[in-house]
């Protein structure tokens, strides 16, 4: 059945929304149960975590999952995992301006970080993905990355026998694509980052400096990246570029005034997290504070907030060490992340 949805490149969401058709019937409404604090340590001033009923993690689940996202299984040539994209040590991203899948396929789009990505109300750069589970299915078929069929991964996977013994442990059931995308959501949502130094108060003056303005009505930047995880999720246009070759939320929507709109990335970690931006054109911090203190490129659908700041150059460089600080040594380290 996926197979007659491989449509390759592009089409990503009409694929998803298929998919979940046929094989992710994901169950009702996320829920709060009890939280297993050994898998999941939920960082002061962090909402508790939600779950989908049929999906609360627990040791087998996320040791599965931990398993399938480093391994090289799912992809066509046996060559890319996720982990390839989405490196822990660079905060699951990869340090390239797009990614590169299978025979050395280049994508469109910068690899985004996987922390706290459990907290996402929905994923991808144009918020076209309802859930973690069905997430797992786009990289599978994706032309430049895995190249593959979700029922010829499990085929794959089927023949090793400790997998499918712990498929049984985890759910109950052989492996299979329910097993597959519940798995490594489980793992997903144990990728949590807030122990940097901005949230153990640890700032030095400039850092401070920096945080003041980052909040301040004068940047406007904690209204679109505020709260916990550093962005409030929403679209916007933030005239970073001239021109723009990928349409962003367009592609989802339709509608023109989400043309060149894309999700507001977190924060958190971007210091370890260049090159910048849904295409990684931007290669340092100090490049896009830059952009920002000019007002960005005049594009219709670029959002009011972005206009001339008029920063000094102590300014931007507090506002650059804020950003820096916002690095958590801790996760980046967390051996728990590691194959
Ligand atoms: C070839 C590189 C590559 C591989 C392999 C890859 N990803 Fe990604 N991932 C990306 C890129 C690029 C994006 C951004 C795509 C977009 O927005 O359209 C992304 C986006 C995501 C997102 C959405 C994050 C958000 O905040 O919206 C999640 C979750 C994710 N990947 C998890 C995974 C998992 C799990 C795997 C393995 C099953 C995987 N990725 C394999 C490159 C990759
Ligand atoms: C109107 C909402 C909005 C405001 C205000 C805003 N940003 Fe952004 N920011 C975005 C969006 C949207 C993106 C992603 C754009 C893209 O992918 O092309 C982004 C991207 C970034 C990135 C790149 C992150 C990454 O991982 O690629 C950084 C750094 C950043 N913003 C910092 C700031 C700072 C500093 C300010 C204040 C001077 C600020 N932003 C103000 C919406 C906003």
């Not at 046929?22 to 409404?29: E, N």
């Not at 991203?93 to 109300?121: F, H």
């Given at each position: 059945?996926?197979?007659?949805?491989?449509?390759?490149?592009?089409?990503?969401?009409?694929?998803v929304a298929t998919a979940s058709m046929v094989v992710v019937s994901c169950a009702s409404d996320p829920q709060s149960p009890p939280v297993d604090e050994a898998?999941?340590?939920?960082?002061?001033?962090?909402?508790?975590?939600?779950?989908?009923?049929?999906?609360?993690?627990?040791?087998?689940?996320?040791?599965?999952g931990k398993i399938l996202f480093f391994s090289t299984e799912l992809s066509r040539t046996r060559t890319v995992s996720c982990a390839t994209c989405h490196d822990?040590?660079?905060?699951?991203?990869?340090?390239?301006?797009?990614?590169?899948?299978?025979?050395?396929?280049?994508?469109?789009?910068?690899?985004?970080?996987?922390?706290?990505?459990?907290?996402?109300?929905?994923?991808?750069?144009?918020?076209?993905?309802?859930?973690?589970?069905?997430?797992?299915?786009?990289?599978?078929?994706?032309?430049?990355?895995?190249?593959?069929?979700?029922?010829?991964?499990?085929?794959?996977?089927?023949?090793?026998?400790?997998?499918?013994?712990?498929?049984?442990?985890?759910?109950?059931?052989?492996?299979?694509?329910?097993?597959?995308?519940?798995?490594?959501?489980?793992?997903?949502?144990?990728?949590?980052?807030?122990?940097?130094?901005?949230?153990?108060?640890?700032?030095?003056?400039?850092?401070?400096?920096?945080?003041?303005?980052?909040?301040?009505?004068?940047?406007?930047?904690?209204?679109?990246?505020?709260?916990?995880?550093?962005?409030?999720?929403?679209?916007?246009?933030?005239?970073?570029?001239?021109?723009?070759?990928?349409?962003?939320?367009?592609?989802?929507?339709?509608?023109?005034?989400?043309?060149?709109?894309?999700?507001?990335?977190?924060?958190?970690?971007?210091?370890?997290?260049?090159?910048?931006?849904?295409?990684?054109?931007?290669?340092?911090?100090?490049?896009?504070?830059?952009?920002?203190?000019?007002?960005g490129y005049p594009h219709p659908n670029k959002d009011p907030r972005i206009r001339p700041l008029g920063l000094s150059s102590e300014q931007k460089l507090d506002?650059?060490?804020?950003?820096?600080?916002?690095?958590?040594?801790?996760?980046?380290?967390?051996?728990?992340?590691?194959?």
């Amino acid at each position: 059945m996926l197979r007659f949805l491989s449509f390759g490149k592009g089409l990503r969401t009409l694929l998803v929304a298929t998919a979940s058709m046929v094989v992710v019937s994901c169950a009702s409404d996320p829920q709060s149960p009890p939280v297993d604090e050994a898998l999941i340590n939920v960082p002061v001033g962090f909402p508790q975590p939600a779950f989908p009923l049929d999906n609360v993690p627990d040791a087998n689940r996320v040791a599965l999952g931990k398993i399938l996202f480093f391994s090289t299984e799912l992809s066509r040539t046996r060559t890319v995992s996720c982990a390839t994209c989405h490196d822990p040590a660079k905060a699951f991203t990869d340090g390239r301006q797009t990614s590169i899948g299978v025979d050395g396929r280049i994508g469109i789009r910068n690899a985004p970080s996987l922390a706290n990505v459990g907290y996402g109300p929905y994923f991808l750069r144009e918020g076209g993905v309802p859930t973690l589970e069905m997430q797992v299915l786009v990289p599978v078929q994706e032309h430049n990355e895995f190249d593959m069929n979700m029922l010829d991964v499990v085929e794959r996977l089927s023949r090793d026998s400790s997998i499918a013994q712990m498929s049984r442990a985890a759910y109950g059931r052989s492996i299979d694509p329910y097993v597959v995308t519940r798995a490594i959501a489980s793992f997903e949502r144990t990728i949590i980052s807030g122990s940097s130094r901005a949230d153990l108060d640890q700032l030095n003056a400039s850092e401070r400096r920096g945080k003041d303005l980052f909040k301040s009505d004068a940047t406007r930047c904690s209204t679109c990246h505020g709260g916990f995880a550093y962005t409030t999720h929403e679209f916007a246009n933030n005239g970073v570029y001239a021109s723009y070759t990928d349409n962003g939320r367009q592609r989802l929507t339709f509608k023109s005034t989400d043309s060149n709109v894309f999700k507001v990335p977190s924060l958190r970690n971007v210091g370890v997290t260049a090159p910048y931006m849904h295409n990684g054109r931007v290669a340092a911090l100090s490049a896009v504070i830059e952009s920002y203190d000019r007002g960005g490129y005049p594009h219709p659908n670029k959002d009011p907030r972005i206009r001339p700041l008029g920063l000094s150059s102590e300014q931007k460089l507090d506002l650059e060490a804020f950003l820096m600080s916002l690095t958590d040594d801790h996760f980046l380290t967390n051996t728990r992340y590691r194959p």
